[in-house]
């Protein structure tokens, strides 16, 4: 028979389940943290800010009719909804069953999910809009720790608009205090500012993860997700067949979203592989959730448009019975076009809205866009509004900025776990996230071009690398150093071989000192 609370703070609206604790403890008037602890969870506890586990042993103990029961607060008080509609759907019930759980199970409910290994920025303190708790105050008498703030990418307030703040308090003491939210925790550093349009996106994003986090309880798991994601791409121009058009795709979201907001998200397009591209590929694992916000915002216009509106396809098989177009430039883009009129559409395009970009054209006219870019790529240039992305005259920052992207490339694809990966152009471009080309020949890029003429290897060095390595796996795993065992472990051909036969023993008896 378990004892029942004699009280319980009963959570406000989306409040974390910590913050609705750390009132309780406020209110036993302050214990030792452990006691409080011992009370709450009994000895073993598992507390984290965002999925906290073994929601039932609490649960239990108060009384039925408050409706407090372990499914209520795993929906309403941890940010579980949001991550439902991102992972896949036995790997949600399977999380869904260690948060309602009675008791605290080994399996922990932050790694399941992927939350805790998704890349991504973390925060370090608790956070807060100031004009919300006082809100909070005017209508509960206390401000408490808002779910919504304390999401990784979460910058704004969807409500008010202001940016959100660090306080003084540690997120990572869950485990070690009870940080009642108050004004005393206020941090004196100044709120980041952005700028007027940054500010009002960041504020739209935020009131997608909000809307995702009302509605995750019933929004269908991450398998629909993607469905809906495969959908759209195709719709929009940035897929055919199974083929996603990747880097069209990335680019599109740069222009869309511009350079503040993605760096202010983290989602900066240097990254080694752009995450639109794990996104769409990468179906199993749970990332950065602001990634699929953003996704899902570019390509319907909200999250709640892209849970809740038919999407037209252009590619429909005929069985699916929407066809709910968005607006008439798409629909000017669905016609069957002869070549030479999608000319004469995008430069209608271009004097319908006299100053649009690149990005308004590439999201409004995608096939258009996407026709001439594959096929009619010299006319496209001399008549697309100019790219903003690179001023032609800044080829210096340009390249400066390529030979950070290069740098990176070759010291990621260097120390690679496992069997090396041949650096090459196009391996420094395809984990570089950078195109070389066409600006490597005509001499733009001085600097990268210095650069990569000595980091990209010949075939001796690959080769080199590969003997280098297949000579120490094969020393880790207690094998015998045969030259032929070594030539095949690192897949170099007899002939080859014979060349390299004086490294290959240079190395072995550099591995036996
Ligand atoms: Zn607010």
């Known amino acids: 028979m378990v004892t029942q609370f004699s009280f319980f703070p009963t959570p406000y609206p989306d409040e974390i389940l910590h913050s609705v604790l750390c009132r309780y403890h406020a209110c036993c008037g302050t214990p030792a943290f452990v006691s409080t602890t011992k009370v709450l969870w009994g000895q073993k506890a598992n507390i984290n800010p965002y999925l906290p586990q073994a929601l039932g042993r609490i649960a239990q103990r108060i009384p039925a009719e408050t409706g407090l029961t372990a499914y209520y607060f795993a929906m309403h008080n941890t940010i579980y909804p949001l991550l439902k509609p991102l992972i896949p759907e036995e790997r949600g019930q399977r999380v869904l069953r ?148 990747g880097k069209e795709l990335h680019a599109a979201l740069i222009w869309y979203y511009g350079q503040e907001i993605l760096a202010a998200l983290q989602a900066v397009p240097d990254d080694l592989a752009p995450w639109s591209q794990l996104v769409v590929q990468k179906k199993k694992r749970l990332l950065y959730p602001i990634y699929y916000l953003l996704l899902m915002r570019f390509l319907a216009g909200s999250a709640e448009g892209f849970y809740t509106e038919k999407h037209g396809l252009i590619y429909s ?68 509004p100019a790219s903003k992305m690179y001023d032609p005259a800044d080829w210096t920052t340009r390249d400066e900025e390529t030979l950070q992207k290069a740098i990176n490339a070759v010291n990621y694809l260097r120390n690679l776990p496992g069997r090396p990966t041949w650096i090459t152009r196009r391996s420094v471009e395809k984990y570089g996230g950078i195109e070389l080309y066409q600006s490597l020949a005509d001499g733009k890029l001085p600097k990268t071009k210095a650069y990569l003429d000595v980091a990209i290897e010949n075939n001796e060095e690959w080769g080199k690398r590969k003997i280098q390595w297949a000579v120490k796996s094969m020393v880790d795993g207690g094998e015998r150093l045969l030259l032929q065992q070594i030539r095949k472990r690192a897949s170099i051909s007899h002939k080859y071989f014979e060349f390299l036969i004086p490294f290959t023993l240079n190395c072995i008896e550099e591995m036996q000192k």
């Open 98 to 245: 260690l948060l309602e759980s009675g008791q605290q199970e080994d399996e922990l409910a932050i790694l399941l999910s992927g939350f805790a290994t998704s890349k991504g920025p973390r925060w370090q303190f608790f956070r807060y809009c100031e004009d919300c708790w006082r809100d909070d105050i005017r209508n509960y008498g206390e401000p408490y720790w808002h779910r919504l703030h304390l999401l990784p990418g979460v910058l704004v307030c969807p409500i008010h608009g202001k940016s959100i703040q660090n306080s003084r308090a540690y997120l990572k003491d869950v485990s070690t205090n009870y940080d009642l939210a108050s004004f005393a925790l206020a941090s004196n550093e100044t709120a980041p500012r952005y700028s007027d349009n940054a500010a009002d996106m960041l504020g739209k994003l935020a009131g997608d993860a909000a809307w995702v986090m009302q509605h995750g309880e019933t929004l269908p798991s991450s398998e629909r997700m993607h469905e809906l994601f495969d959908q759209l791409l195709q719709f929009k121009g940035f897929r055919s067949g199974a083929r996603t058009k």
């Open 317 to 384: 098989n005929g069985n699916d019975a929407c066809y709910s177009v968005r607006n008439d430039a798409v629909k000017a883009t669905q016609k069957s076009v002869e070549p030479l009129e999608y000319r004469e559409i995008f430069l209608q395009a271009i004097q319908d809205n006299p100053d649009c970009s690149r990005g308004f054209l590439i999201k409004y006219y995608p096939k258009v866009y996407c026709w001439l870019r594959a096929n009619d790529t010299d006319w496209y240039e001399a008549n697309a």
